[in-house]
């Protein structure tokens, strides 16, 4: 028995569709009312966004297998199809979840793998996501992976604005030697 990795297709509608609900419902149904979380699940997980989303040339779907059961699943966007920067040279990671009951079998890491080999192939700088300011374990998981906080969004859930931390990963160094590893401008630099 083994962890695969697959990208979605179309033919995946309905896996992608059940995992998304059940994972998003599994992590945050405790910090929501029921009304909020059934609007966000109908707007975010609907079988026509759903289906648009897997489409577009610019966002990728994957599907975590073990033993032949899905076990999680994530999104990557590039370009126009990121929710907040549409920057060439990065990889946003809009979605990345895991079956409650697959939590410790290091499937997260396994993930985060990916998305770093896909990154690297497709020649991005970074990677960057939103999560939640309040989901502490995420944020630590992401820091484990060299993430850091660099600023913030709204979050919608329902009629609730909730906030969420960006978190940036820098893959390939822009002039090195005047930026430190947040791509943050070194004013010690000397001639």
Known sequence: MECQIKKCTLKDLFILQDI???TYYDTF???STKENMQLYLDGAYNTRKLMNELKNPLTEFYLVY?????CGYMKTNEGDAQSDIKDSV???IERFYIVKRFHRNKFGTL??????????QKGKEYVWLGVW???HKAQRFYKKFGFKVFGKHPFVVGNV???DLLMKKILIEK???LTDSNGEKNDSHSN
């Open 20 to 22: 998304s609900v059940s």
């Open 29 to 31: 149904n405790l910090t």
């Open 66 to 70: 073990f033993d032949n059961e899905p």
């Open 90 to 92: 990065s990889l946003e």
């Open 111 to 120: 993930m985060m793998q990916k998305v770093m080999e896909i990154a690297i």
């Open 133 to 135: 300011e309040n989901n």
């Open 161 to 163: 604005e909730e906030t």
């Open 175 to 177: 002039n090195s030697d």
